[in-house]
């Protein structure tokens, strides 16, 4: 019962699965021979079909690693590539398209190339079996080859004909055997010619006697034996073939059958000699068999040993602790949902307030400086004359048009700006940041996909709420278009925030200034720049243009740090200004309405109060529309795009993103084959005892 075979093929395909190492290599029939010795023809005898790279142009520059797969029960005949992925591959004429795409991705320089390719055939007219076919022995190198080509292919060869593989030696009868390079290869790694099975192709092409002389060679002897064949397809019937895709088989071993059946005295059941490519075949499998028994012991000790090795491993490196690709997204979801939950409690109302107010403060500051503290200093010349400077403000007329218009101005500029699209705007962009750095304090940080996928959640609702929610919010505003009205405490408020934003405004002035200095080059060097721009302006000096080649022995750019300086020293002056301005009478009032003049004379507390109201009210509905939405739909949001919406390959893949998380993984997975492996091979080891033990009874 030839099951070994089989089962070992298995083992083997799950070794590969943990990337096999090399002390896990199970047998295989490795094929060599020269060129043209018919190496192909018999294996595609083998196959029953025409499936290897054909031309004259060195077509087999890689290892083709075979795995015959006998399916009894099946009708279909198909190869696969399994490092390919194409699936199963019916039409055989496209395998060996295939092959010969691959082997002629091998660049001419280097013309041959150990790395494999595997292919396994599956049929139920294939025998169970493993072989390899390698590059045909070359006699003379071609001259557009390269010249270490003849020693490149026979140490590939000498790669693969260690033990524990059976070599197959192809030689043809036509070419003497004491000069078939095939079995001097296989001498020089056998030579007690224990594992090889010596095959003589084209027996037809001598005649009989001598073929059968052949068979019988002493000089050589070999404890497989050699076996005769012709295994080239009839003419005729390759064609026929070709066209159908049907096996060649049939019509190969009639062929043979009928040349050797002709000469019965030399090749006949007394002849004492093996021919014919089922008899070749029977053996393969038959020694093949005894080889991988032989076997078991030495691949079940390597495999042991590997199993040691990952036990060890996972010991030291991961603490024996149990570990899969769910129960890792499983946890690191979970505990990103905790770290939101934690900001969500974080950034409610007052935090909303802050990040809207500031902002605001942003655009009165503007306003103020646009609308009242208007002193561009942008060229040299002298500036146009100020009536509205804030100095005069105190004591401005209140029945004045101009300060009521101004003011009016300003107000509908700042209820108009668009707060809707800017409240949801900074609140959305805040609410992203935020997620982001969660992503980033997570171990999703080392995820890109999952990254993406939680980036994309976020961004996903808050675009969606986004025009609902900035249209709630403009609406709700909408009354302080028209009419606004301050309270005494509200008033009182207005000119503490607003002084405090001054004095922040006022800071960093002051510090611009220095940069500035520090900038140019020092105190001196500015104030001296500072002064011929002043005089500029004044008139005192006269500069032609605007200074673009420079002026009063400053340079271009001297000039324009000068004119950044002077202005900054007069906004710094000015908001001192308006600082002890915001202390005196009006604007320190505790009772706005009794003092009509209180709003025009200090517009700042004013701008204030209103910026404070429309963010009060925007605050209202941001909180309603947009965050305990965003907090409600978030974390439903991960569980699709990470939880349930993943297939278990993306799992598996997310997982292995993190190359920590890959290592304990991949180890627990080879732990578990190799276990898996052992146990197999253990029962192997039972049923071969007892096939054994039963065949000596008989
Ligand atoms: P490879 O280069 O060793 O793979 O050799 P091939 O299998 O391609 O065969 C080389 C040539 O020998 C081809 O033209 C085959 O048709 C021919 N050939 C192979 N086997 C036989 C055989 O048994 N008898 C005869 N007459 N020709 C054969």
Known sequence: MMVLTKKMIEIRTILQTVGQSNALTLPSIVVIGSQSSGKSSVLEAIVGHEFLPKGSNMVTRRPIELTLVNTPDAQAEYGEFPALGLGKITDFSHIQRTLTELNLAVPDSECVSDDPIQLTISSPHVPDLSLIDLPGYIQVVGHDQPAELKQKISDLCD????????????????????????????????????????????????????GASILNDRKYPLRLGYVGVVSRVPPQASSLFKRGNGNIATAISKNEHAYFSAHPLEFGPEAGVNVGTTTLRKKLMHVLEQTMAASLQSTGDAIRQELEEATYEFKVQYNDRPLSAESYLAESLDSFKHSFKEFTENFGRPQVRELLKEELDQKVLDLLASRYWNKPVTNL????????????????????????????????????????????????????????????????????????????????????????????????IKPYKFEIDVEDG???????????????????????????????????????????????????????????????????????????????????????????????PPCNTSHPNANPNAKYACPEIFLDVVSTKLTSTAVLFLNVELLSEFFYQFPRELDVRLGRGLSKEEVERFAKEDPRVRGHLEVIRRKELLQLVLEKMEGLRELNVEERGRRKVE
């Not at 524990?164 to 095939?182: C, E, G, H, K």
């Not at 700006?417 to 997570?442: E, F, K, M, P, W």
């Not at 300086?565 to 202390?583: G, I």
Request: proline share 5%; aromatic share 4%; with cysteine.
């Open 490 to 584: 509200e008033w009182t408020r207005g000119r503490e925030s607003v002084a405090g934003v001054l004095k922040k405004e006022l800071k960093d002035c002051e510090d611009a200034v220095k940069a500035v200095e520090k900038n140019v080059g020092g105190k001196r060097k500015l104030k001296d720049v500072m002064g011929f721009v002043d005089k500029a302006r004044n008139g005192e000096v006269e500069v032609v243009g605007d200074g673009a080649s420079g002026a009063g022995g400053f340079s271009s750019d001297l000039l324009q740090r000068g004119k950044e300086a002077v202005f900054l020293r007069d906004r710094a002056q000015l908001l001192r200004l308006r600082l002890s301005a915001l202390k005196s």
């Open 159 to 210: 790669k693969y004909i260690q033990p524990p593989n059976v070599i197959l030696a192809i030689s043809a009868a036509d070419v003497d055997l004491a000069n078939s390079t095939a079995l001097r290869a296989s001498r020089r790694v056998d030579p007690r010619g224990e594992r090889t099975i010596g095959v003589v192709t084209k027996m037809d092409l001598v005649d009989a006697p001598r």
């Open 381 to 476: 010349s002298p500036p146009p004359p100020e009536p509205d400077s804030l100095a005069d403000l105190p004591t401005a007329d209140p029945e004045s048009l101009y300060w009521h218009r101004k003011l009016d101005a300003s107000t509908s500029a700042l209820t108009k700006l668009g707060i809707g699209r800017l409240a949801t705007t900074v609140v959305a962009n805040a609410i992203q940041a935020h997620v982001d750095r969660l992503i980033a304090q997570s171990t999703f940080a080392s995820h890109p996909f999952a990254r993406q996928a939680i980036t994309d959640a976020a961004s996903g609702i808050l675009n969606e709420r986004f025009y609902s929610t900035s249209d709630q919010v403009e609406n709700c």
